[in-house]
Protein backbone atom coordinates (compact mmCIF):
# COMPACT_ATOMS: atom_id res chain seq x y z
CA UNK A 1 0.00 0.00 0.00
CA UNK A 2 1.24 3.16 -0.62
CA UNK A 3 2.28 5.70 1.52
CA UNK A 4 -0.08 9.03 1.93
CA UNK A 5 0.19 12.03 4.35
CA UNK A 6 -2.79 14.72 3.65
CA UNK A 7 -1.97 17.54 5.82
CA UNK A 8 -5.37 19.64 7.12
CA UNK A 9 -4.76 22.88 7.19
CA UNK A 10 -7.41 25.18 8.01
CA UNK A 11 -8.29 27.78 5.49
CA UNK A 12 -10.89 30.66 5.88
CA UNK A 13 -11.96 30.06 2.33
CA UNK A 14 -14.74 28.71 0.01
CA UNK A 15 -14.79 27.32 -3.20
CA UNK A 16 -17.60 27.37 -6.19
CA UNK A 17 -15.16 24.11 -7.62
CA UNK A 18 -15.21 22.31 -4.30
CA UNK A 19 -16.40 19.11 -3.47
CA UNK A 20 -18.95 18.47 -0.53
CA UNK A 21 -17.03 16.89 1.60
CA UNK A 22 -16.47 18.97 4.95
CA UNK A 23 -12.51 19.41 4.14
CA UNK A 24 -11.12 22.45 4.53
CA UNK A 25 -10.74 23.80 0.94
CA UNK A 26 -7.03 24.84 -0.46
CA UNK A 27 -8.19 27.39 -2.95
CA UNK A 28 -10.26 30.27 -3.35
CA UNK A 29 -12.08 31.81 -5.97
CA UNK A 30 -13.44 35.41 -6.55
CA UNK A 31 -15.95 35.70 -9.02
CA UNK A 32 -15.99 38.19 -10.20
CA UNK A 33 -12.52 39.40 -9.31
CA UNK A 34 -12.14 42.36 -7.17
CA UNK A 35 -11.05 45.45 -10.23
CA UNK A 36 -8.19 46.58 -9.81
CA UNK A 37 -8.20 50.80 -10.04
CA UNK A 38 -5.96 50.51 -12.63
CA UNK A 39 -8.20 48.67 -14.73
CA UNK A 40 -9.09 50.74 -18.08
CA UNK A 41 -13.40 51.85 -17.41
CA UNK A 42 -14.19 49.72 -20.80
CA UNK A 43 -12.95 46.32 -19.71
CA UNK A 44 -14.99 43.62 -18.79
CA UNK A 45 -13.79 43.00 -15.46
CA UNK A 46 -17.11 41.30 -14.37
CA UNK A 47 -15.94 38.49 -16.59
CA UNK A 48 -12.53 37.92 -14.71
CA UNK A 49 -12.51 35.11 -11.67
CA UNK A 50 -9.17 35.38 -9.82
CA UNK A 51 -7.84 31.77 -8.21
CA UNK A 52 -6.23 31.65 -5.13
CA UNK A 53 -3.99 28.59 -4.22
CA UNK A 54 -4.43 28.61 0.29
CA UNK A 55 -1.38 27.20 1.74
CA UNK A 56 0.82 29.92 2.53
CA UNK A 57 1.75 28.33 5.74
CA UNK A 58 3.37 25.91 3.53
CA UNK A 59 4.56 28.81 0.71
CA UNK A 60 1.36 27.46 -0.89
CA UNK A 61 2.61 23.52 -1.82
CA UNK A 62 0.93 21.65 -3.66
CA UNK A 63 -0.35 18.40 -2.07
CA UNK A 64 -3.19 16.44 -3.93
CA UNK A 65 -5.84 17.95 -1.78
CA UNK A 66 -4.81 21.07 -3.21
CA UNK A 67 -4.67 20.13 -6.82
CA UNK A 68 -8.11 18.30 -7.14
CA UNK A 69 -9.57 21.17 -5.42
CA UNK A 70 -7.66 23.78 -8.30
CA UNK A 71 -9.10 21.55 -10.94
CA UNK A 72 -12.91 21.70 -9.85
CA UNK A 73 -12.63 25.16 -9.40
CA UNK A 74 -11.01 25.39 -12.55
CA UNK A 75 -13.82 23.50 -14.49
CA UNK A 76 -16.83 25.16 -12.76
CA UNK A 77 -15.29 28.37 -13.81
CA UNK A 78 -15.10 26.88 -17.29
CA UNK A 79 -18.50 25.74 -16.96
CA UNK A 80 -19.88 29.26 -15.73
CA UNK A 81 -20.75 30.69 -19.30
CA UNK A 82 -20.10 34.87 -18.00
CA UNK A 83 -16.22 33.84 -17.24
CA UNK A 84 -13.96 34.37 -19.80
CA UNK A 85 -10.65 34.58 -18.09
CA UNK A 86 -9.00 33.34 -14.78
CA UNK A 87 -5.47 34.71 -13.05
CA UNK A 88 -4.72 32.02 -10.57
CA UNK A 89 -1.80 33.27 -7.66
CA UNK A 90 -0.71 32.38 -4.63
CA UNK A 91 -1.53 33.60 -1.45
CA UNK A 92 0.99 35.64 0.60
CA UNK A 93 3.57 37.52 -0.67
CA UNK A 94 6.35 34.88 -0.79
CA UNK A 95 4.98 32.23 -3.10
CA UNK A 96 3.06 31.16 -6.08
CA UNK A 97 3.70 27.78 -5.19
CA UNK A 98 7.20 26.24 -4.09
CA UNK A 99 6.44 22.74 -5.71
CA UNK A 100 4.30 19.11 -4.66
CA UNK A 101 4.28 19.05 -1.32
CA UNK A 102 7.89 17.28 -0.59
CA UNK A 103 6.79 15.25 2.54
CA UNK A 104 3.23 13.87 1.06
CA UNK A 105 5.39 12.78 -2.02
CA UNK A 106 7.95 10.87 0.07
CA UNK A 107 5.40 9.08 0.83
CA UNK A 108 4.58 7.98 -2.83
CA UNK A 109 5.95 4.94 -4.57
CA UNK A 110 6.12 4.50 -8.29
CA UNK A 111 3.16 1.73 -8.32
CA UNK A 112 1.18 4.82 -6.01
CA UNK A 113 1.66 7.60 -8.41
CA UNK A 114 1.07 5.06 -11.62
CA UNK A 115 -2.05 3.28 -9.52
CA UNK A 116 -3.76 6.38 -7.90
CA UNK A 117 -3.90 8.60 -11.18
CA UNK A 118 -3.25 11.34 -8.95
CA UNK A 119 -1.07 13.21 -11.52
CA UNK A 120 -4.13 13.10 -14.08
CA UNK A 121 -5.76 16.21 -12.51
CA UNK A 122 -2.39 18.14 -14.21
CA UNK A 123 -4.18 17.02 -17.59
CA UNK A 124 -7.54 18.12 -16.14
CA UNK A 125 -5.82 21.93 -15.57
CA UNK A 126 -4.34 21.66 -19.00
CA UNK A 127 -7.97 20.78 -20.46
CA UNK A 128 -9.44 24.02 -19.22
CA UNK A 129 -10.92 25.94 -22.35
CA UNK A 130 -10.59 29.62 -20.67
CA UNK A 131 -7.36 31.44 -20.93
CA UNK A 132 -5.46 31.20 -17.53
CA UNK A 133 -3.25 33.81 -16.34
CA UNK A 134 -0.74 33.02 -13.84
CA UNK A 135 0.07 36.20 -11.56
CA UNK A 136 3.50 35.12 -10.02
CA UNK A 137 5.18 36.72 -6.48
CA UNK A 138 8.10 34.94 -5.03
CA UNK A 139 8.89 31.14 -5.42
CA UNK A 140 7.77 29.45 -8.33
CA UNK A 141 9.06 25.91 -8.10
CA UNK A 142 9.28 22.23 -9.28
CA UNK A 143 5.62 21.68 -9.41
CA UNK A 144 4.62 25.74 -9.12
CA UNK A 145 6.78 26.19 -12.16
CA UNK A 146 4.86 23.82 -14.24
CA UNK A 147 1.48 25.41 -12.94
CA UNK A 148 2.36 28.09 -13.92
CA UNK A 149 3.34 26.84 -17.25
CA UNK A 150 0.34 24.97 -17.72
CA UNK A 151 -1.45 28.41 -17.47
CA UNK A 152 -1.16 29.97 -20.57
CA UNK A 153 0.58 32.93 -19.92
CA UNK A 154 2.90 34.69 -16.73
CA UNK A 155 2.74 37.69 -14.92
CA UNK A 156 5.66 37.68 -13.00
CA UNK A 157 6.51 39.90 -9.97
CA UNK A 158 9.91 41.56 -9.85
CA UNK A 159 10.87 39.16 -6.81
CA UNK A 160 9.91 35.94 -8.66
CA UNK A 161 11.86 32.99 -8.77
CA UNK A 162 11.23 29.99 -11.16
CA UNK A 163 13.00 26.74 -11.44
CA UNK A 164 12.99 23.29 -11.49
CA UNK A 165 14.75 21.67 -8.50
CA UNK A 166 13.73 18.36 -8.64
CA UNK A 167 17.14 16.88 -9.66
CA UNK A 168 18.33 18.17 -6.14
CA UNK A 169 15.48 15.79 -4.67
CA UNK A 170 16.80 12.66 -6.63
CA UNK A 171 13.66 13.27 -9.04
CA UNK A 172 12.79 15.19 -11.76
CA UNK A 173 10.28 17.23 -13.39
CA UNK A 174 7.33 15.19 -13.64
CA UNK A 175 4.13 17.59 -14.34
CA UNK A 176 5.34 18.89 -17.88
CA UNK A 177 8.37 20.71 -17.01
CA UNK A 178 10.96 18.92 -19.40
CA UNK A 179 8.47 19.90 -22.21
CA UNK A 180 7.00 23.35 -21.49
CA UNK A 181 9.63 24.52 -20.39
CA UNK A 182 12.10 23.21 -23.34
CA UNK A 183 9.47 24.75 -25.58
CA UNK A 184 9.35 27.79 -23.77
CA UNK A 185 13.08 28.66 -23.78
CA UNK A 186 14.71 26.05 -25.57
CA UNK A 187 16.45 23.14 -25.51
CA UNK A 188 20.02 24.21 -23.90
CA UNK A 189 18.47 26.62 -21.08
CA UNK A 190 16.30 24.36 -20.06
CA UNK A 191 18.74 21.72 -19.95
CA UNK A 192 20.90 23.44 -17.75
CA UNK A 193 18.21 24.40 -15.02
CA UNK A 194 16.84 20.75 -14.97
CA UNK A 195 20.18 19.22 -14.75
CA UNK A 196 21.22 21.71 -12.11
CA UNK A 197 18.29 22.54 -10.36
CA UNK A 198 19.36 26.44 -10.84
CA UNK A 199 16.58 29.03 -10.10
CA UNK A 200 16.03 32.08 -12.41
CA UNK A 201 14.67 35.63 -11.40
CA UNK A 202 12.29 37.44 -13.10
CA UNK A 203 14.56 39.32 -15.40
CA UNK A 204 16.07 36.21 -16.65
CA UNK A 205 12.16 34.58 -17.44
CA UNK A 206 11.72 37.43 -18.79
CA UNK A 207 14.27 37.51 -21.02
CA UNK A 208 14.22 33.77 -22.22
CA UNK A 209 10.54 34.12 -22.90
CA UNK A 210 8.79 32.13 -20.42
CA UNK A 211 6.76 35.21 -18.75
CA UNK A 212 4.90 37.79 -20.26
CA UNK A 213 5.66 40.86 -17.81
CA UNK A 214 7.40 41.90 -15.01
CA UNK A 215 6.05 44.37 -12.73
CA UNK A 216 6.30 45.20 -8.87
CA UNK A 217 5.50 43.10 -6.74
CA UNK A 218 2.63 44.50 -5.12
CA UNK A 219 0.83 44.85 -8.43
CA UNK A 220 1.41 41.72 -9.69
CA UNK A 221 -2.22 40.68 -9.30
CA UNK A 222 -3.92 43.96 -10.48
CA UNK A 223 -1.57 43.69 -13.58
CA UNK A 224 -2.47 40.01 -14.03
CA UNK A 225 -6.43 40.79 -13.82
CA UNK A 226 -6.19 43.41 -15.69
CA UNK A 227 -4.66 41.73 -18.41
CA UNK A 228 -7.18 39.26 -18.08
CA UNK A 229 -10.62 42.00 -18.45
CA UNK A 230 -8.62 42.69 -21.61
CA UNK A 231 -8.94 39.07 -22.86
CA UNK A 232 -12.44 39.22 -21.31
CA UNK A 233 -13.58 42.04 -23.57
CA UNK A 234 -12.67 40.40 -26.57
CA UNK A 235 -15.18 37.70 -28.50
CA UNK A 236 -15.28 35.01 -26.13
CA UNK A 237 -15.30 32.07 -28.66
CA UNK A 238 -12.51 33.41 -30.83
CA UNK A 239 -10.82 33.74 -27.68
CA UNK A 240 -11.15 29.91 -26.83
CA UNK A 241 -10.59 29.18 -30.48
CA UNK A 242 -7.31 31.14 -30.65
CA UNK A 243 -5.96 29.14 -27.43
CA UNK A 244 -7.00 26.29 -28.56
CA UNK A 245 -5.39 27.14 -32.03
CA UNK A 246 -1.86 28.53 -30.23
CA UNK A 247 -1.72 25.11 -27.80
CA UNK A 248 -2.33 22.85 -30.96
CA UNK A 249 1.35 24.35 -32.18
CA UNK A 250 3.35 22.12 -29.48
CA UNK A 251 1.18 19.28 -30.31
CA UNK A 252 1.21 18.98 -34.27
CA UNK A 253 3.85 19.17 -37.36
CA UNK A 254 3.53 22.59 -38.78
CA UNK A 255 1.38 21.68 -41.70
CA UNK A 256 -1.32 19.69 -39.88
CA UNK A 257 -1.83 22.65 -37.63
CA UNK A 258 -2.07 25.41 -40.06
CA UNK A 259 -4.55 22.87 -41.64
CA UNK A 260 -6.48 22.69 -38.05
CA UNK A 261 -5.86 26.80 -37.49
CA UNK A 262 -7.87 27.29 -41.01
CA UNK A 263 -10.71 25.17 -39.65
CA UNK A 264 -11.10 26.90 -36.80
CA UNK A 265 -10.73 30.17 -38.61
CA UNK A 266 -13.52 29.23 -41.14
CA UNK A 267 -15.91 28.38 -37.76
CA UNK A 268 -15.69 31.19 -36.56
CA UNK A 269 -17.50 32.73 -39.74
CA UNK A 270 -20.59 31.08 -38.00
CA UNK A 271 -20.56 33.34 -35.11
CA UNK A 272 -22.59 36.36 -34.72
CA UNK A 273 -19.25 37.60 -32.92
CA UNK A 274 -17.55 37.92 -36.60
CA UNK A 275 -20.26 39.83 -38.17
CA UNK A 276 -20.64 42.01 -35.26
CA UNK A 277 -16.55 42.38 -35.07
CA UNK A 278 -16.55 43.41 -38.84
CA UNK A 279 -19.35 45.49 -38.90
CA UNK A 280 -18.66 47.47 -35.92
CA UNK A 281 -15.48 48.47 -37.70
CA UNK A 282 -16.81 49.63 -41.09
CA UNK A 283 -19.47 51.59 -39.12
CA UNK A 284 -16.49 52.90 -36.86
CA UNK A 285 -18.03 52.27 -33.63
CA UNK A 286 -16.96 49.81 -30.60
CA UNK A 287 -17.98 46.01 -30.94
CA UNK A 288 -20.72 44.48 -28.61
CA UNK A 289 -20.21 41.03 -28.46
CA UNK A 290 -22.57 38.59 -27.94
CA UNK A 291 -20.58 35.70 -26.82
CA UNK A 292 -22.71 33.59 -30.05
N1 LIG B 1 6.51 21.14 0.23
C1 LIG B 1 6.10 21.22 1.51
N2 LIG B 1 6.41 22.25 2.34
C2 LIG B 1 7.16 23.23 1.84
C3 LIG B 1 7.62 23.23 0.51
C4 LIG B 1 7.26 22.12 -0.32
N3 LIG B 1 7.63 22.05 -1.62
N4 LIG B 1 8.35 24.34 0.31
C5 LIG B 1 8.35 25.02 1.46
N5 LIG B 1 7.62 24.36 2.40
C6 LIG B 1 7.38 24.76 3.77
C7 LIG B 1 8.62 24.58 4.63
O1 LIG B 1 8.72 23.25 5.08
C8 LIG B 1 8.35 25.56 5.75
O2 LIG B 1 7.42 24.98 6.64
P1 LIG B 1 7.71 25.09 8.24
O3 LIG B 1 7.66 26.57 8.53
O4 LIG B 1 6.56 24.32 8.83
O5 LIG B 1 9.05 24.50 8.47
C9 LIG B 1 7.63 26.70 5.06
O6 LIG B 1 7.12 26.16 3.82
C10 LIG B 1 8.56 27.84 4.70
O7 LIG B 1 9.64 27.33 3.94
P2 LIG B 1 11.17 27.56 4.34
O8 LIG B 1 11.31 27.72 5.82
O9 LIG B 1 11.98 26.48 3.71
O10 LIG B 1 11.45 28.96 3.63
P3 LIG B 1 12.83 29.49 3.09
O11 LIG B 1 12.61 30.93 2.74
O12 LIG B 1 13.95 29.17 4.01
O13 LIG B 1 13.09 28.66 1.73
C11 LIG B 1 12.45 27.70 -0.39
C12 LIG B 1 12.19 28.80 0.66
C13 LIG B 1 13.85 27.94 -1.01
C14 LIG B 1 11.40 27.77 -1.46
C15 LIG B 1 12.46 26.33 0.31
O14 LIG B 1 11.27 26.22 1.07
C16 LIG B 1 12.51 25.17 -0.63
O15 LIG B 1 13.57 24.84 -1.17
N6 LIG B 1 11.33 24.50 -0.87
C17 LIG B 1 11.27 23.34 -1.72
C18 LIG B 1 11.36 23.72 -3.18
C19 LIG B 1 11.37 22.49 -4.04
O16 LIG B 1 12.27 21.68 -4.00
N7 LIG B 1 10.32 22.31 -4.88
C20 LIG B 1 10.19 21.16 -5.73
C21 LIG B 1 9.39 20.12 -5.02
S1 LIG B 1 9.29 18.59 -5.96
C22 LIG B 1 8.16 18.94 -7.16
O17 LIG B 1 7.62 19.99 -7.23
C23 LIG B 1 7.83 17.82 -8.09
C24 LIG B 1 6.67 18.19 -8.98
C25 LIG B 1 5.98 16.97 -9.46
C26 LIG B 1 4.57 17.28 -9.93
C27 LIG B 1 3.65 17.86 -8.85
C28 LIG B 1 2.83 16.80 -8.14
C29 LIG B 1 1.89 17.34 -7.15
Redesign the pocket.
Known sequence: MPKTAHSNDSMPTSSPGAGDDSRPRRVSVAFPAPAPKSAAPLLRMDGVALVTLQRP???N??D?AL?DDLALALEDLDKDGQCRAIVITGAGTR?FA??????E?ATQTSASLRDEGR?ETWDRLAAVGLPLIAAVRG?A???GC?LAMTCDMIVAAEDATFGQ??I??G?M???GGTQRLTRAIGKARAMELILTGRTMNAAEAFALGLVTRVVPAEATVDAALELAGRIASMPPIAVRAAKAAVLDADERSLSAGLASEREAFFGLFDTDDQSEGMLAFTEKRPPVWSGH
Open positions: EALALFLAAGADIPLFFLGGEPERLVPGA
